[in-house]
């Protein structure tokens, strides 16, 4: 008997409308469209203007998206994951709302939260209840709503992020497609160089720390920079070399859209030709969860079933990881 592999079967996708350009942030922080492309690749980002709308609107609609192309019944849903940084509410799962709202009524749900791996690390969880055999469908969903933590006046992290959702469908797969190996990885030192100070049960929300803009993003560019080169890049080329992979037997790299100097860095250390990096940062920016999902929904016209990828991410925390997956299907 054939042994079961998670296979992404799937994908949707969805981006708010309203586009901030590097033109329009020029009227909002000291920066120019040269400054902020040199360093990061950013053209464009979107950005979820709705009032009262948050991550669920984001991730509801990716994983419609998903569904009506696919054309799959969402009562066939086993199990929705719902990677996010951003949830709708504390306490209350953000996962669990979407699951009703997109009619998977038998599905249970959770939020996973590992920042800018959250998706990375739902590979992994979505793949390990595909082969338990208890599952058959596994609904993974990377949404961030990234403008609703971020100040516009800091021009550190303002030309950094954006909104947006992607979703896959994880099914079982006995053919030795879908995912082959994971390298996942994780250090409390990276605590103080990217988080949001107040908000949680250390430092609750007070007048006190609205006032001083603690509820933002912090980061420390430089610092998450330098790990985030090395520990892309080493888990990557880690990957390769223990599934015996060649520059020429990896089809894909599909790494986190945080910034194209990190991206091209862990390129080059895995030998990866440029047209072989899946890319859409220039019309995103950084959506954290989303960054991973939405490059398959852009490029999946281009995976030919039995491609191998490399999926890599890093995030606060500091979190990591890499990820080699064959792919399972052509497009229709």
């Known amino acids: 008997m054939n042994k079961i592999t998670a296979a992404i079967t799937a994908v949707g996708s969805y981006v708010p409308d309203y586009v901030l350009s590097n033109?329009?942030?020029?009227?909002?922080?000291?920066?120019?469209?040269?400054?902020?492309?040199?360093r990061t690749g950013i053209k464009?980002?979107?950005?979820?203007?709705?009032?009262?709308?948050?991550?669920?609107?984001?991730?509801?609609?990716?994983?419609?998206?998903?569904i009506e192309k696919a054309q799959i019944d969402p009562k066939e849903i086993d199990l929705v994951i719902m990677a996010t940084a951003t949830p709708d509410l504390l306490v209350a799962s953000t996962g669990?709302?979407?699951?009703?709202?997109?009619?998977a009524i038998n599905a249970f749900s959770y939020d996973l939260q590992a920042a800018c791996s959250s998706f990375l690390y739902g590979i992994s969880a979505a793949s390990a209840y595909i082969?338990?055999?208890?599952?058959?469908?596994?609904?993974?969903?990377?949404?961030?709503?990234m403008s609703s933590i971020i100040d516009?006046?800091?021009?550190?992290?303002?030309?950094?992020?954006g909104d947006g959702a992607g979703a896959v469908l994880f099914e079982p797969n006995s053919e030795g497609l879908?995912?082959?190996?994971?390298?996942?990885?994780?250090?409390?030192?990276?605590?103080?160089?990217?988080?949001?100070?107040?908000?949680?049960?250390?430092?609750?929300?007070?007048?006190?720390?609205?006032?001083?803009?603690?509820?933002?993003?912090?980061?420390?560019?430089?610092?998450?920079?330098?790990y985030a080169v090395s520990g892309m890049a080493d888990v990557s080329e880690k990957i390769m070399q223990?599934?015996?992979?060649?520059?020429d037997d990896v089809n894909w790299l599909v790494a986190h859209q945080a910034n194209?100097?990190?991206?091209?860095?862990?390129?080059?250390?895995m030998g990866i030709d440029e047209e072989k990096v899946l890319i859409n940062i220039h019309r995103y920016g950084n959506t954290t969860s989303a960054t991973l999902p939405l490059l398959l929904s852009d490029f999946e016209s281009q995976l030919k079933k039995g491609d191998n990828i490399i999926f890599a991410a890093f995030g606060g925390g500091f979190t990591w990881g890499a990820v080699y997956l064959k792919w399972a299907y052509d497009k229709k």
């Not at 669990?96 to 009619?103: C, D, P, R």
């Open 23 to 38: 033109k329009v942030l020029e009227e909002l922080v000291e920066t120019n469209d040269e400054w902020i492309t040199s």
């Open 44 to 66: 464009e980002r979107r950005l979820l203007k709705e009032e009262g709308q948050g991550t669920s609107f984001l991730a509801i609609k990716a994983a419609q998206n998903l």
């Open 96 to 103: 669990v709302y979407v699951a009703t709202q997109i009619g």
């Open 131 to 145: 082969e338990s055999g208890r599952y058959k469908k596994v609904l993974l969903i990377g949404a961030d709503k």
């Open 152 to 161: 516009y006046t800091d021009r550190a992290t303002c030309i950094i992020f």
């Open 178 to 226: 879908g995912l082959q190996d994971e390298i996942l990885k994780s250090d409390g030192i990276g605590r103080e160089f990217l988080k949001i100070e107040a908000g949680g049960s250390i430092l609750p929300p007070s007048e006190e720390t609205v006032k001083n803009k603690q509820h933002y993003v912090f980061q420390d560019g430089k610092t998450v920079f330098k």
């Open 242 to 247: 223990r599934n015996n992979l060649s520059h």
């Open 260 to 269: 194209k100097r990190i991206i091209d860095a862990t390129a080059n250390r």
